[in-house]
């Protein structure tokens, strides 16, 4: 264990600038929204941090409509060197206001501030810096002569990393000429809000942006309303097969970014501490919360015993708490739900006869807090390692042969993500060759950039996002 | 009297390589336009789906593991093959689309066409759809199209060798293999095929070709765990809906097709392709 304590280094929640309530954004203005409220909190304390209004159907309506009537009367009339301006005003906006949203999502979300502040905003800002620069040129992305946009875009994001996700949505949406509603997650609504404010900064004509918080019956009335040409949704497989079945047989172009049980594999000749650093990431960096998580490892056996005596010590160094402490690496479970979620799954790893280990770290009393988790001695067959935990709990299963390891590597419905750990080059090639997920890190993880497609194979989704691959999701092509 | 008698063929399903019969033991007549009796086709079941599905998975790791200029040889030689057999297709694609002789060699010479256009593509997806990425950080990545895996085709209704042509070469070409449902009423060209690609080097279980009616076998195919990507042109409009909610209970992809069956000569561009294809990112880091 260390031998120093560290002295607490908070982020002023007064940066956050925190407003008692907040309102949908529809037509360029914050309108009352006719849904009933939802309180949002902060994870880490319980507390209710604001009041959001809500967008009920009516307000969806309005919402695609104001889309329609920017999209047509506007936005995609607007010569694409023009769009781009705008589109590059919101990316420096963000930067500007960087250190007030990253205070924010911590607030509202529960993750770590050293995450929310070095990789959320500044990536959010760098996915509209790249986009911005698309919109002028989408003759050379290689998808024919002047390709069109499809319309109105209608994006639902998730909870575990807020604006990131937003980002992912709109900058592409924008530059390719589309107009865009898009419905925060029920639990994290705050720093869409704030962007629709920095909407208002950039002077965005009325419409091209409208951002209708809610819960699930908000988002089905936008996947389900008559005038939407696109839908753009992250989340849980589960529902994504929903909106694939309620947008067969329409007209509506659909991308899915789904879940995963990604596997990260270590061979023998790894460098072991570097592994371990990178294992670390892949599963405990956003308390889990990441669908492209690193959440069964798979060890190759004659190195399983070392790796996990070095995985344990690296995990009970691990700081849990309070997500604006600057020392925190592990902050809060987003909702009380995934907790129960991760306590439910865990629980049946330990009836179905896996080892447990978890950090002794202290826990904070109240919040919604949880101890990094290893499994060990864990087998295919079990819940740990089928189901997507999307949490702090990681399973360890071995393997002898490099056959052996893409044989359990690639045997799950999943396909959005790999880890592969080797000294060996050819060997990361062939392997990287022979899994089946959208992205492969090889001795590394959890990397993202505007400029590197992302997606997932079978039930992890279809559809990319960044890169010029990612334009094809927001084109007629 | 006639100099001779002919010798009759029996058209029969090609899966995993060889040519059985339905397991089901059912036939239906096939005719030309004008009713006069051609032939039987095998009238396939769900288990014929079952066993075709079966041998596209087996043959996927051969096929999309094989070099993209190998793929591109064996399409091209699919391709000569064709080209060989030109009169006999001519006067199936006549009686069954009931169209004159010199249109249905014209139909049969622009399928030969489009067949050695995919096979040129093999090698070049990857240049064309692919990319290096320019990230910022210290990393080396890059984004390679793969093969999304096997592919429920439902073939066109009309067009019985150019239509199915411009569906299946391009699974072919992006490195999936295949299990196709035949026109109904127009079988007869696609079992042809299926002999063409037996004797061009094609591995066993990369095209399955299966004879029946679409409205039946659509749904098994659509629901089926083991395909990953589902092609409804073949499908009346009213069903694809239906199809696409089938698929959507394993993520499948849908191709999105239009409503009539489309005008097979026009030069396709790359979307079917790019439906079939998964875009990989790999990520290694720089240093010394």
């Known amino acids: 264990m260390p031998a120093f304590d560290y002295a607490p280094a908070p982020e002023s929640r007064d940066i956050a600038n925190l407003k008692p309530s907040y309102r949908p954004f529809i037509g360029g203005e914050f309108v009352t929204g006719s849904g009933e409220p939802l309180k949002t909190l902060n994870p880490a304390t319980e507390e209710v941090l604001a009041e959001v209004g809500t967008a009920s159907a009516a307000d969806v309506d309005t919402a695609v409509q104001a889309a329609r009537k920017a999209y047509e009367r506007t936005w995609s009339r607007m010569p694409g060197a023009e769009r781009a301006k705008y589109v590059f005003r919101i990316a420096r906006l963000i930067q500007e206001r960087s250190r007030e949203l990253a205070v924010l999502e911590s607030l509202d979300n529960g993750k770590p501030i050293r995450e929310s502040r070095d990789a959320d905003v500044p990536t959010a800002a760098a996915h509209f810096f790249y986009h911005a620069g698309w919109a002028d040129k989408l003759d050379y992305a290689g998808l024919g002569p002047d390709p069109r946009p499809l319309g109105v875009a209608g994006q639902i994001i998730p909870w575990n990393f807020p604006l990131l996700m937003l980002a992912w949505k709109i900058a592409p949406a924008l530059a390719t000429g589309n107009t865009v509603v898009l419905k925060p997650a029920e639990t994290t609504p705050l720093t869409a809000l704030v962007f629709a404010e920095i909407c208002q900064q950039a002077e965005l004509p009325p419409g091209v942006v409208n951002i209708v918080p809610g819960a699930g019956d908000t988002g089905a009335e936008l996947v389900n309303h008559p005038d939407i040409d696109k839908i753009a949704f992250t989340g849980s497989t589960e529902v994504g097969k ?53 959440s069964r490892l798979l060890a190759q056996e004659s190195v399983v015993d070392e790796l996990l005596a070095k995985l344990r010590y690296r995990v009970s160094t691990l700081r849990l708490g309070d997500p604006l402490d600057k020392n925190t690496d592990i902050g809060a479970i987003n909702s009380a739900e995934q907790l129960a979620r991760i306590r439910e799954l865990t629980e049946s790893g330990e009836a179905e006869g896996a080892d447990r280990w978890t950090s002794p770290c202290p826990v904070p009393e109240r919040g919604f807090f949880f101890a990094p988790t ?7 067959s079990m819940r740990i390692a089928r189901e997507e935990i999307f949490g702090p709990v990681l399973s360890v299963l071995t393997f002898r042969t490099p056959d052996e390891a893409v044989a359990k590597a690639n045997n799950t419905p999943y396909g959005l993500s790999a880890g592969i750990w080797t000294e060996k080059g050819s060997r990361i090639l062939w392997m990287a060759n022979q899994l089946r997920a959208g992205v492969v890190w090889a001795n590394t993880f959890n990397r ?4 590197a497609p992302f997606g997932g194979y079978q039930e992890s989704g279809f559809g990319r996002e960044g890169g010029r691959t990612g334009l094809e999701a927001y084109l007629d092509a | 009297m006639p100099d001779r008698v002919s010798v009759a063929k029996t058209y029969k399903l090609y899966i995993g390589g060889k040519f059985p019969r339905s397991e089901s033991g059912r036939v239906y007549p096939v005719h030309d336009a004008k009713g006069r009796f051609l032939a039987n086709a095998a009238h396939s079941s769900r288990k014929d789906v079952r066993d075709a599905v079966a041998a596209a998975r087996k043959a996927f790791a051969g096929w999309s593991g094989a070099t993209a200029y190998n793929r591109g040889q064996v399409l091209y030689r699919v391709a000569e093959m064709l080209e060989g057999r030109r009169e006999q ?51 080396f990545s890059f984004t390679v199209p793969e093969p999304t895996g096997v592919v429920a085709i439902l073939a066109p209704q009309r067009s019985s060798l150019l239509g199915l042509v411009s569906v299946l070469a391009p699974v072919l070409a992006a490195g999936n293999t295949a299990v196709v449902v035949s026109s109904a009423d127009r079988p007869l060209p696609a079992i042809t095929l299926s002999e063409v690609l037996a004797t061009a080097d094609l591995p066993g279980g990369v095209v399955n070709m299966l004879t029946g009616r679409a409205a039946e076998l659509g749904s098994w195919l659509a629901a089926h765990a083991n395909v990953n990507a589902l092609d409804p042109t073949g499908a009346e409009p009213v069903e694809r809906g239906e199809l696409a909610r089938l698929a959507a209970g394993t993520v499948k992809r849908v191709l999105t097709v239009p409503e009539d069956e489309p005008d097979w000569t026009q030069r396709p561009d790359l979307g079917r392709l790019r439906t079939y294809l ?4 790999v990520w290694h880091p720089m240093g010394v």
């Open chain 1, 242 to 294: 929903l909106i694939q079945r309620s947008v067969a047989g329409t007209r509506k172009k659909l991308t899915l970014e789904l879940g995963g049980k990604a596997a990260n594999v270590v061979f023998d000749d790894a460098p072991l501490d570097q592994a371990v650093e990178g294992i670390v990431n892949g599963i405990f960096y956003n308390q889990g919360h990441v669908c492209c998580a690193g």
């Open chain 1, 374 to 380: 290893v499994f060990s001695g864990v087998q295919q």
């Open chain 1, 448 to 451: 993202f950039d505007p400029a």
């Open chain 2, 89 to 139: 297709f001519a006067g199936e694609v006549a009686a069954s689309e009931d169209i004159p002789a010199r249109k249905a060699q014209s139909a049969v010479d622009t399928a030969i066409d489009r067949w050695v256009w995919y096979a040129g593509w093999t090698d070049k997806i990857a240049t064309v759809l692919g990319a290096a990425n320019p990230v910022a950080g210290p990393y």
């Open chain 2, 278 to 281: 998964e875009p990989k990112t």
